[in-house]
């Protein structure tokens, strides 16, 4: 998967967390933390890097 994609999947589960709480269901939150911790530490670094 390309990092945009990445970015785009973290943005959309970032949105649903912020407007949608209501929906969510804890273990959601659970199983995309245990598989997609990567992703959100890619993240991490690429908007700690310097321009």
Do not use: C, G, T
Not at 35 to 45: M, Q, R, T
């Amino acid at each position: 998967m390309e990092l945009s994609e990445k970015f785009i999947r973290i943005a959309r589960f970032r949105n649903k967390l912020v407007h949608l709480y209501w929906q969510i269901d804890p273990k959601e939150v659970h199983e995309y933390l245990q598989n997609n911790i990567e992703d959100l530490e890619e993240f991490k670094n690429q908007v700690e890097k310097e321009p």
